[in-house]
C-alpha cells in the first residue's frame, strides 16, 4: 500500500510540476493564455482534487486505526501531523508574502507616474516627428514655388542636387506620370508614386504630410542601418505654375518627398508606442491579471499541501516502520515470542538498531530454549522421581519443623489405610487416628535429638530406625488390626528451614514368614522330641490295663479301664498332632510334571459335587488353558483344602444359598525384561462371612485360624505349597458383597511341543 502511494505521489508530484510551469507560462502568453489556460487550469484543479482524495483516504485510514487502538497509530498520527506542520507552515508563509507582493506590484507596475511617463514619451516622440514632418513640408513648399516656373528639363537638374541629401523626391502629374525623379529605392525600377486620395488633398488643402511605415524594403533591414528605415516622411505638395493655373486637375503637377526617419528614432517610437500599447492592455485587465495569479499561487500552495501531507505520511511511515518492528518486537518478546523480527535496510542507525534487536532475540531464545531444555529435564526428573515415590512400596512422608505434614505418597495411604491428601499442612499428632503413629515418630525424632545432645558422633547418629507395632483403628471395629512397620527417619531441608523425611515398610509379611519359619523349626523339633516318648506311654497304658484288669475290683478296673482309655486316645491326637507338625515342617520337594489343570479341578470336584441342585461349588474352567507344570499330588491338596476351607465358611455362615465359585484363566503380565509373558491363575470365590482383617495379615502363619476346630496349619501347608511351585497366593475379601475370593498365580508353564 504505501509502495503505490509512493508512487502516485511521484506521478502527481511530477504532472503538478509541469502544469504549473505551463500555468505560469501561459500567464505570459497572451495567445497561449487566451488558447489554452483554461485547460491548464483545469488539469492542474483536478491533479490538487486527485491529491485531496488521496490525503482524505490516509487520514480516513489513519483515524480507523486510531479508533481501533492499532498498535503504532498514536505514534505515526504524531508524526504525520509534525512533518505536516513543518510542510505546511513554510508554504502558507511564502503565500502570504507571496500574495501581497504581487498585490502591490501589479498596483505598482501601474502607477500615474508610470502612465504619465509613457503618455509624455510618446508625446515626445511623435513631436519629434511633427517637427521633422513640418519641416520637411516647409522644405517642400519652398522648392514647388522654385520648380514652378522652371522647364522640364530644368526640373531634373534642380532634382539631381537633392541626390546626396537622403531625400526621395519625385514630380509627378495628376494622372501618376512621373515627369522627374531623384533617390528613391535601388532594388525598384519605378519611384514610390502617391495615391489619388493624397494627390487630391494635397490639392484640396496646402498638402499632404503624413509619417508611414516604409514598406518599400526587399531586403532586410537593421534598425540601426542608417540608409533603411522603417519610418519615413511623406510629403506632397502641389506645385503652383502660372501657365498651369487654369488647366484640368490631372494636368497639374505635384512634388513628393520621402525622407526616411532616422533608425534608433523610428525604434524607439516604435518600441514607446508597443510599451504604451501593452500598458494600456494590461493596465484594462489588470483585476483578471491579479485573479490569475492569486490562483495560481493558490493552486501552487494546495498541491504543495496536499504534496507535504501525503509525503508526511510517507516519511512518517518511513520512520515509524523501524520503531513498529521494534515495539512489535518488543511486545513479542513479552509475550514470550522470540521469533526474528524483519530488518530493515538502511545503513543508519535504524537499521543498526533492528539488527541488535534481532541479535539480542536470537540470544534470549537461546537462552529461553536452553532454560527451557534444563527446566524439562529438571520436570522429567522430578516427574520420574515421584513416580518412583508414587511407586514404591515404602511410605515416604516429608514433615516440617514443626512436624506438620508436607507431603506423602500413595504407600503411605495404603500401608496406614488412611487418606493423608487432605491433611497436608496439618500437624500429624492433629490428624485423626494417627495418634499412636504420631507418638511414635516424634519419639523417635526427640530421642535422636537427645543422643546428638550427649556428644556423639554426628556420623553414628544421621537417621534413625525403628520397628513399630501399630494398632490401625477403623470406625466400624470389626477391621481393627495390627501392622508391623520398620520405620526410618532422617533431617530434610524443607523451604528456608529444617525438616524431617520418614520412610516406612509393612514388614508384617516378612513377619509372618519368620514366624512361619520359626514354626517350622518348633514343628520338626516337637515331631521328633514329642513323637519319640508317645509310643511308651501308649503301651505302658495298655499293659496297665492288661495286667490289672483282672486283679481289681470292678469298680476300680472300670477306673483303670476308663483312665486307660483316655491315656490312650490322648496319646493318639497328640501322634496326630505331631504328624501335622511333621507335614508342615517338612513338606516333601515338588516333583513336576506337564499337567492339565482343568483335568485336575475336574476330578477333585467329582468329589464335591452331586450333580443337582443341591450342588454349591460351580466350576468356570476355561478352555484352550495352557498346561503348567507342578506336582499334581500337592496341588490336589492345595485345591482340596481351599475347597473344604470354603465350604466350612458358607455352611457355618448359615447363608441361605451358599455359593463357591472355581474359575481357572489364563492371564498375560510383563516380565522383568519387560515382555509380555503368561501365566494361569485359579480362584476359589465364596459368599461367607469373608476374613477378619486381623486374620487377612496372618493367614498363612501356623496356628492362625477363625474356626473353633483346626490346628491353623491349613492355609500355611498351601503357602508352602505354592511357594514350591514358584507362584503366589493373596487372599482378599470381596468388594462388591459379603465373602472371601483366594487368588492363586502359577508361573511355570509347560513348554509347547
Not at 157 to 182: F, I, K, M, P
Not at 403 to 408: D, H, M, P, T
Not at 687 to 709: D, H, M
Request: proline share 4%; with cysteine.
Amino acid at each position: 500500500m504505501s509502495r503505490t502511494i509512493r508512487y502516485l505521489l511521484v506521478i502527481a508530484g511530477a504532472a503538478s510540476a509541469i502544469l504549473l510551469f505551463l500555468l505560469a507560462s501561459a500567464s505570459e502568453n497572451s495567445a497561449f493564455f487566451e488558447q489554452h489556460y483554461s485547460l491548464l487550469l483545469g488539469l492542474n484543479a483536478l491533479v490538487t482534487i486527485g491529491l485531496l482524495c488521496l490525503v482524505i483516504m490516509l487520514l480516513a485510514r489513519l483515524y480507523k486505526r486510531y479508533r481501533r487502538g492499532v498498535f503504532g497509530s498514536r505514534l505515526m498520527a504524531r508524526l504525520v501531523m509534525l512533518f505536516a506542520v513543518i510542510g505546511i507552515l513554510p508554504g502558507v508563509v511564502i503565500y502570504m508574502v507571496s500574495v501581497q507582493f504581487v498585490s502591490r506590484s501589479i498596483e505598482s507596475w501601474f502607477d500615474v507616474r508610470i502612465e504619465s511617463a509613457l503618455e509624455a514619451g510618446l508625446n515626445l516622440g511623435r513631436s519629434a516627428l511633427d517637427a521633422s514632418l513640418t519641416d520637411l513640408t516647409v522644405r517642400a513648399r519652398s522648392m514647388a514655388q522654385e520648380l514652378a516656373d522652371m522647364p522640364e528639363s530644368a526640373q531634373v537638374v534642380y532634382l539631381s542636387r537633392l541626390r546626396d541629401q537622403n531625400l526621395e523626391a519625385s514630380v509627378v502629374t495628376g494622372n501618376g506620370q512621373v515627369l522627374a525623379s531623384v533617390g528613391g529605392n535601388l532594388g525598384s525600377l519605378t519611384p514610390t508614386l502617391p495615391t489619388p486620395t493624397m494627390l487630391t488633398q494635397a490639392r484640396m488643402s496646402r498638402g499632404f504630410a503624413v509619417v508611414e511605415s516604409d514598406d518599400t524594403r526587399s531586403t532586410p533591414r537593421s534598425i540601426n542601418d542608417d540608409g533603411d528605415h522603417d519610418l519615413r516622411l511623406h510629403v506632397v505638395v502641389v506645385i503652383h505654375s502660372a501657365s498651369h493655373s487654369l488647366t484640368a486637375p490631372n494636368s497639374e503637377r505635384y512634388l513628393q518627398i520621402l525622407q526616411p526617419v532616422p533608425g534608433y528614432l523610428a525604434a524607439n517610437a516604435e518600441t514607446l508606442r508597443a510599451a504604451y500599447s501593452e500598458y494600456q492592455q494590461r493596465s484594462v485587465s489588470r483585476s483578471g491579471l491579479r485573479k490569475i495569479y492569486l490562483v495560481t499561487l493558490t493552486l501552487t500552495l494546495l498541491l504543495a499541501i496536499f504534496g507535504a501531507i501525503a509525503s508526511a505520511f510517507l516519511i512518517a511511515t518511513d520512520l515509524v516502520k523501524p520503531l513498529l518492528l521494534l515495539a512489535q518486537g518488543t511486545k513479542a518478546v513479552a509475550e514470550g515470542n522470540f521469533s526474528p523480527r524483519p530488518i530493515v535496510s538502511s545503513a543508519d542507525e535504524l537499521g543498526t538498531l533492528t539488527k541488535s534487536f534481532n541479535i539480542m532475540t536470537r540470544q534470549l531464545l537461546d537462552a529461553r530454549t536452553t532454560v527451557e531444555e534444563n527446566r524439562a529435564k529438571l520436570e522429567n526428573a522430578k516427574a520420574y522421581l515421584e513416580s518412583v515415590l508414587a511407586n514404591m512400596s515404602a511410605g515416604v512422608m516429608v514433615l516440617d519443623e514443626q512436624f506438620q505434614l508436607v507431603s506423602s505418597n500413595g504407600s503411605v495411604d495404603r500401608i496406614l489405610e488412611y487418606d493423608f491428601s487432605p491433611h497436608i499442612g496439618t500437624p500429624l499428632l492433629a490428624i485423626p487416628g494417627q495418634h499412636f503413629f504420631s507418638e511414635a515418630i516424634i519419639k523417635a525424632f526427640s530421642e535422636q535429638h537427645a543422643h546428638l545432645g550427649v556428644g556423639s558422633a554426628a556420623g553414628d547418629s544421621l537417621h534413625w530406625q525403628r520397628q513399630i507395632e501399630l494398632p490401625l483403628e477403623h470406625a466400624d471395629n470389626e477391621n481393627n488390626h495390627t501392622v508391623t512397620l520398620l520405620a526410618r527417619g532422617s533431617h530434610l531441608p524443607v523451604g528456608d528451614g529444617v525438616g524431617y523425611v520418614v520412610v516406612f515398610d509393612d514388614i508384617s509379611n516378612v513377619i509372618s514368614a519368620q514366624r512361619s519359619i520359626a514354626w517350622g523349626e518348633v514343628a520338626r523339633r516337637l515331631a521328633h522330641e514329642i513323637k519319640n516318648p508317645l509310643t511308651p506311654i501308649q503301651l505302658s497304658a495298655e499293659r496297665l490295663q492288661m495286667r490289672l484288669a483282672d486283679k481289681l475290683m470292678p469298680p476300680d478296673a472300670a477306673i483303670l479301664e476308663k483312665s486307660t482309655t483316655t491315656i490312650v486316645n490322648q496319646v493318639t491326637a497328640m501322634k496326630r498332632m505331631v504328624d501335622d507338625f511333621r507335614d508342615y515342617a517338612r513338606v516333601p520337594q515338588a516333583k513336576p510334571e506337564v499337567l492339565d489343570l482343568n483335568a485336575l479341578v475336574s476330578e477333585i470336584l467329582n468329589l464335591y459335587l452331586a450333580g443337582d441342585d443341591r450342588d454349591i461349588i460351580h466350576a468356570h474352567l476355561a478352555p484352550d488353558l495352557p498346561k503348567i507344570l507342578g506336582d499334581a499330588t500337592q496341588l490336589r491338596q492345595v485345591i482340596h483344602n481351599l475347597l473344604q476351607n470354603a465350604q466350612d465358611a458358607v455352611t457355618d455362615s448359615g447363608q441361605p444359598t451358599p455359593r463357591i465359585d472355581i474359575v481357572t484363566e489364563q492371564v498375560h503380565y510383563a516380565s522383568a525384561d519387560g515382555l509380555s509373558d503368561k501365566a494361569v491363575r485359579v480362584s476359589i470365590i465364596d459368599n461367607g462371612p469373608g476374613f477378619a482383617q486381623k486374620i487377612l495379615t496372618r493367614a498363612f502363619e501356623p496356628y492362625v485360624t477363625s474356626k473353633a476346630r483346626g490346628t491353623g496349619l491349613g492355609l500355611a501347608m498351601v503357602k508352602k505349597i505354592i511357594d514350591e511351585h514358584s507362584g503366589r497366593i493373596d487372599i482378599q475379601n470381596r468388594v462388591d458383597t459379603s465373602g472371601a475370593k483366594i487368588l492363586i498365580l502359577l508361573l511355570k508353564l509347560a513348554p509347547d511341543v
